[in-house]
C-alpha cells in the first residue's frame, strides 16, 4: 500500500489493559516514523469518554465519542481488549450493536486479548477461526459455539478478521499488519526501534515450552535440566541421565511423567528444541552447526523435528526472528561449535 494511508479506529472499553492500546498503537506509530510520512491515520473511539480507566487504574485521555452515524468508516477497526463477562458490562456493550451494522464495511477487523469477545457478541467470528487470551479460551469456546477456537498460536488471521491472544500478542499481531501493508524489511525496522527480542510468528505459543517447564519442575528435578543441556551435544539415553542425576531408570521416568508430562526422552526433545530456537534466533551459525550442537541428529531430521514440533522450518524460523535481534546468517564461512 505504498504512499496511501489507513485510518484505523481503537475501540478502547473501559477497565481494558493499557498495553492492549499502547502495543499496537505504538507499532503503528513507530511505522509512520519509519515510512516518514502517516502511513496509519489513528484514532481512539469508546462507548465512553474522553477518558478511559484502564484495568490498573492509568487514565487513557483523547477517546472519542463513538459515532452513530460515521459519514465514513476506517480501514481498520481494533478492538483493544474487553471484558469476558456474560452480559457485557452496560459501559462496554454499545460496541457491539454498532460493530454489527458497519463490520461488513470494514475492510479490516481486529481484535486485542479478550476484544474477541466483543466481535463474538456482534456475530463476526461465527464460522471463523479465533484466539483470545489463554486464560478466557474455554470461556470463548463455550460462549461462542459457531467459532472455531484455536489456541496454537498467538494470534490469528481468518479473512478480513484478526484475533490476538492476550497483552504482548497485540504488538506481534500489528507488527503482521505492517507487513502485510509495508513488507518485511518495513516490520524488522519497527520490531528494531522498539527494542523487541524477536518477533514472533502467529505460530508461536502463548507461553514457552520453557516456562511451562520452569513452572511445572519441581526443586529435586532441576538437575535433570542442568545435566541434560550440560551433554546437549551428546547421546542421552535415559540411563546415562539417570546415572548422572543419582536416580534410577524407573524412578526417573516416573518422575518425568508425573512433573514433566513426558518420558526422559521426550524431555530431552524439548530441551533440545528450545536451545535450538535460542541459537537460530541469537546466533548466526549454519543450520548444520545448530544440529550439531543441539544434538538433534543429522539435518533431515533436525528439519523434520523441528518442523513438526513448531509448524516452520529452521530457515524460516531464522529468516522470521533473527533480524530482530541483530543476528545475521554469516554467508561463505562456517562457525564451528565451541
Known amino acids: 500500500m505504498v504512499g496511501s494511508v489507513q485510518r484505523v479506529w481503537f475501540l478502547v472499553s473501559p477497565r481494558t489493559g493499557m498495553l492492549n492500546v499502547a502495543g499496537p498503537w505504538e507499532v503503528m506509530g513507530h511505522t509512520n516514523d519509519v515510512l516518514g510520512r502517516t502511513a496509519y491515520d489513528l484514532e481512539a473511539y469508546g462507548p465512553t469518554g474522553p477518558e478511559v480507566r484502564t484495568h490498573h487504574g492509568l487514565v487513557l485521555g483523547g477517546v472519542r465519542p463513538l459515532p452513530e452515524d460515521p459519514e465514513d468508516l476506517p480501514d481498520m477497526i481494533l478492538v483493544a481488549g474487553a471484558s469476558p463477562q456474560d452480559p457485557l458490562p452496560a459501559d462496554q456493550a454499545p460496541l457491539v450493536p454498532w460493530l454489527r451494522r458497519r463490520h461488513a464495511g470494514i475492510p479490516t477487523v481486529v481484535s486485542i486479548c479478550t476484544g474477541a469477545f466483543v466481535l463474538g457478541y456482534a456475530g463476526i467470528l461465527d ?114 541421565i ?85 543476528a545475521e546468517p554469516v554467508a561463505g564461512r562456517s562457525l564451528r561449535p565451541a
Not at 500478542?169 to 528494531?192: C, N, P, S, T, W
Not at 550439531?292 to 523435528?305: E, H, I, K, Q
Open 242 to 326: 539417570a546415572t548422572g542425576v543419582g536416580m534410577s531408570q524407573r524412578s526417573l521416568s516416573r518422575w518425568c511423567r508425573e512433573h514433566l508430562d513426558g518420558s526422559p526422552a521426550e524431555v530431552v526433545r524439548k530441551l533440545r528444541l528450545d536451545e535450538a530456537r535460542r541459537l537460530l534466533e541469537a546466533t548466526a551459525l549454519p543450520l548444520k552447526d545448530v544440529t550439531a550442537r543441539t544434538g538433534l541428529g543429522d539435518a533431515s531430521t533436525f528439519w523434520r523435528v523441528f518442523t513438526h514440533d513448531l509448524g516452520i522450518t529452521p530457515s524460516e524460523y531464522r529468516q522470521r526472528f533473527a533480524k530482530a535481534c541483530g
Open 127 to 240: 464460522g471463523r477461526r479465533a484466539t483470545t487470551h489463554w486464560l478466557h479460551l474455554e470461556t470463548l469456546r463455550a460462549r461462542f459455539p459457531r467459532v472455531q477456537v484455536v489456541d496454537e498460536g498467538i494470534f490469528v488471521q481468518d479473512g478480513a478478521v484478526w484475533t490476538s491472544a492476550g497483552v504482548t500478542a497485540g504488538i506481534d499481531l500489528a507488527l503482521a499488519l505492517v507487513e502485510r501493508d509495508h513488507g518485511h524489511g518495513v516490520a524488522m525496522q519497527v520490531a528494531k526501534r522498539m527494542v523487541l527480542f524477536l518477533r514472533r510468528s502467529g505460530h508461536q505459543a502463548q507461553f514457552s515450552q520453557a516456562l511451562r517447564r520452569q513452572e511445572q519442575e519441581p526443586p529435586r528435578l532441576r538437575d535433570i535440566a542442568s545435566f541434560v543441556l550440560e551433554h546437549l551435544p551428546e547421546p542421552l539415553p535415559v540411563e546415562r
